[in-house]
């Protein structure tokens, strides 16, 4: 059954929603965000493409400013807006900033808080740790702070790190569930004890729908199960 986030992200064909190039995600969304719709007032994500995303978040919550960043002025061939045409697009601002600089992410925000952030950038594990270190800080107490696209810890090199490193961004995910703590060689003492001082909790979602498990990854094919799309929701604590 359809859900009006779900509807939005397939009407500005996002992959987000439930089109054939979908993950779904909007299914898991809806659960955490139908209730907080008209209380959202502030949103940011990390990565823009062709603008599909940041416009369904916009419509979907109604009174909430999105703020978006991106790698690069515009999409090469492709059939969307440049990040420039989105300024002006009502309630959307961009900015031209690589997820992994501290820096001009302490500049662009340092004054901000966001009920929503949703990390949907270049999805490597090595990259997806360090912005949620560096970002966290960024959401309001009682916000959420997504992971798009953790099945990228299961691809390979390509993306970072080794499927059986155990330091990949959903290793370092699931082990907190079993350990209540986050630990990574990858990030910095003083990043790591924010975050353990201030995640609630992690939920890691598999919608099985469109990215194909590695044959190296035996347990889940041996179960029969041969799509994978991960999505973790990280909920930050009230106080």
């Given at each position: 059954?359809?859900n009006?986030?779900?509807?939005?992200?397939?009407?500005?064909?996002?992959?987000k929603?439930?089109?054939?190039?979908?993950?779904?995600?909007?299914?898991v969304?809806?659960?955490?965000?139908k209730e907080?719709?008209?209380?959202?007032k502030?949103?940011?994500?990390?990565g823009?493409?062709?603008?599909?995303s940041?416009?369904?978040?916009?419509d979907?919550?109604?009174?909430?400013?999105?703020?978006?960043?991106?790698?690069?002025?515009?999409?090469?061939?492709?059939?969307?807006?440049?990040?420039?045409?989105?300024?002006?697009a009502?309630?959307?601002?961009?900015?031209?900033?690589?997820?992994t600089?501290?820096?001009?992410?302490?500049?662009?925000?340092?004054?901000?808080?966001?009920d929503?952030?949703i990390?949907?950038?270049?999805?490597?594990t090595l990259?997806?740790?360090?912005?949620?270190?560096?970002?966290?800080?960024?959401?309001?107490?009682?916000?959420?702070?997504?992971?798009?696209?953790?099945?990228?810890?299961?691809?390979?090199?390509?993306?970072?790190?080794?499927?059986?490193?155990s330091?990949?961004?959903?290793?370092?995910?699931?082990r907190?569930?079993d350990?209540?703590e986050?630990?990574?060689?990858?990030?910095?003492?003083?990043k790591?004890?924010?975050?353990?001082?201030?995640?609630e909790?992690?939920?890691?979602?598999?919608?099985?729908?469109?990215?194909?498990i590695?044959?190296?990854?035996?347990y889940?094919?041996?179960?029969g199960q041969?799509?994978?799309?991960?999505?973790?929701?990280i909920?930050?604590?009230?106080?």
């Amino acid at each position: 059954m359809s859900n009006p986030l779900e509807e939005l992200a397939n009407l500005h064909n996002t992959d987000k929603g439930t089109l054939p190039h979908g993950h779904a995600y909007t299914d898991v969304y809806y659960k955490y965000w139908k209730e907080i719709q008209d209380s959202v007032k502030s949103v940011l994500e990390i990565g823009i493409w062709r603008g599909a995303s940041v416009k369904t978040l916009r419509d979907f919550f109604h009174n909430a400013e999105i703020h978006a960043i991106d790698v690069q002025d515009g999409v090469k061939g492709g059939r969307g807006e440049p990040i420039g045409d989105l300024l002006d697009a009502g309630r959307i601002t961009t900015y031209l900033c690589d997820q992994t600089d501290q820096a001009k992410l302490n500049e662009l925000f340092g004054d901000m808080q966001f009920d929503i952030i949703i990390d949907d950038g270049c999805h490597n594990t090595l990259y997806q740790q360090k912005s949620l270190s560096y970002l966290f800080e960024y959401v309001k107490p009682g916000g959420l702070y997504v992971v798009e696209d953790l099945h990228t810890s299961l691809m390979g090199p390509q993306w970072g790190l080794y499927p059986d490193d155990s330091n990949t961004c959903l290793n370092i995910l699931k082990r907190y569930k079993d350990t209540e703590e986050i630990s990574s060689p990858h990030l910095s003492p003083e990043k790591i004890d924010y975050l353990n001082k201030n995640i609630e909790s992690i939920e890691i979602y598999d919608l099985k729908r469109t990215v194909p498990i590695p044959r190296s990854n035996l347990y889940e094919r041996k179960f029969g199960q041969t799509k994978c799309d991960l999505v973790a929701i990280i909920k930050k604590r009230t106080v």
